[in-house]
Structures are given as C-alpha cells and as structure tokens.
C-alpha cells in the first residue's frame, strides 16, 4: 500500500528565507508524486509533479522539487519566500493503476512572518 | 472557464437532513473523486469513477452515495446528515489509465456545516 509522511505540521519561516518542506513515501514501484498547494478558502492546485527523468523538478511559483530514491523522499523548496506562499502544502503519491488513486499526506501548514 | 466546478460553495442544514452536492468537470477527463477535508486539514478520499463507473470506495457511511450521470459529472448525495459530516467536500478530476501519472484537478470546495 501507499502512504505519504509529512513530518511538520506547521513551519514558520520570514519572508525572503529559504523554505524546505519535507515529504517522505512508501511505495512498491516507481511513484508518481505531487505537490499540491491549498491557499485559504480555496481548492488544492498543484505546484510540481514527478514520475520520471531529471529528479530535481521545477515547479510554479518558483518551488521546486528534488526525487531521492535511497531517501523515499521527494521535498519541496523554493530559495526565497513570499507572503504570498502562506498556504497549506501537500504532498502525494500517485498509483500506475487505472483507479488513478492519490494518497495524500496530512499536510504542512505554512506560516510567513513578515 | 472553470475547469471543475462544485455547487453550492456553502451548505448550511439541520441534523437529519438530506442534501446533494454537484461536481461538473470540463477538462475531458475519465476519472473524478471525491474528497472530504475536516477541520484540521487532512483529506481524505471517499470515491472515484472512472467512466461512470465506481472504483475506489473507502470507508463511507452508507448514508453518503455518488451519482455519475455521465462521465462530465459526479453529484453526491448525503442522507441523514449528522454532525460529524460537517467538513470541506472536493471534487476532482483527473485522466487516469495505465502508464498516465494521475495529476488531479481540484474544484474549490463545499463547505457542509451540518447545525
């Protein structure tokens, strides 16, 4: 079975800092991965996806992603914070399956200070 | 034009009641789900059909049911409503199949607040 990990809860960084949000997966094959940005109020939309090739990938907003398969972890950066990015991130991992079943971590409440 | 579109955007109802939430995606695709998000965030998927056809369904109350009338659509229709069912419902679509990676899009939610 899949399952995803986010181990913070909630991250507080100052605007202009770096930002790392850590994501680690179980999976029995090559995952598919996500991750997916929900700003208050709104629906999720997804900031950068993975399932082959480069493993450092490059999203909107100026975040990125790098794929450690030795790791089973696929975390989200970005150098430099905007207000903006205050949001709730998560992360997914998808099935190769035609039930096209994501499973989604818990989530990574971002807080930015001004 | 809105991709995945979800209505009502708030629904406010007694204890008891039975109310329907509407999903209609305009982006082609074959598959659509449901998601229920609680109040700390987690989300969690409740159905999926693919092709009008219901293939992922989790551990839901009989009380909850999905309609797909046509693979654009998916409705879902709450019986009995009870306080725990108060939550933040999504829909989503994507085009899912054998070697084609499942990115979802999601609608902007239904916010269920059950008095």
């Known amino acids: 079975a899949q399952s995803v990990t986010q181990p913070d809860i909630h991250i507080t960084v100052s605007e202009g800092a770096s930002l790392e949000l850590r994501c680690n997966y179980s999976?029995?094959?090559?995952?598919?991965l996500f991750w997916y940005v929900q700003s208050p109020g709104q629906g999720l939309q997804l900031l950068l996806k993975?399932?082959?090739?480069?493993?450092l990938v490059q999203g909107i907003k100026g975040f990125e992603a790098e794929f450690k398969r030795s790791q089973s972890s696929f975390n989200l950066r970005k150098p430099s914070v905007h207000w903006s990015d205050a949001a709730e991130y998560f992360c997914?991992?998808?099935?190769?399956?035609?039930?096209?079943?994501?499973?989604f971590g818990d989530g990574t409440t971002l807080t930015v200070k001004p | 034009d809105t991709a995945v579109s979800q209505t009502p955007k708030y629904l406010v109802t007694q204890m008891g009641n039975d109310k329907s939430i509407k999903c209609e995606q305009n982006?082609?695709?074959?598959?659509m789900y449901w998601y229920k998000q609680d109040s700390k965030k987690f989300l969690k998927i409740m159905f999926s059909y693919n092709n009008k056809e219901l293939i992922i369904n989790e551990t839901v109350p009989n009380r909850f049911s999905p309609k797909s009338p046509d693979k654009a659509h998916l409705n879902l229709h709450i019986n009995s409503l009870e306080l725990g069912d108060s939550a933040v419902y999504f829909c989503?679509?994507?085009?899912?199949?054998?070697?084609?990676?499942?990115?979802?899009?999601f609608g902007p939610g239904t916010r269920l607040t059950v008095l």
């Open positions: 999976y029995g094959a090559t995952p598919y």
């Open positions: 993975y399932f082959s090739g480069d493993t």
């Open positions: 997914a991992v998808g099935a190769q399956t035609n039930a096209g079943k994501s499973t």
């Open positions: 982006l082609g695709h074959d598959t």
């Open positions: 989503a679509s994507s085009q899912a199949g054998a070697g084609i990676y499942n990115e979802q899009f």
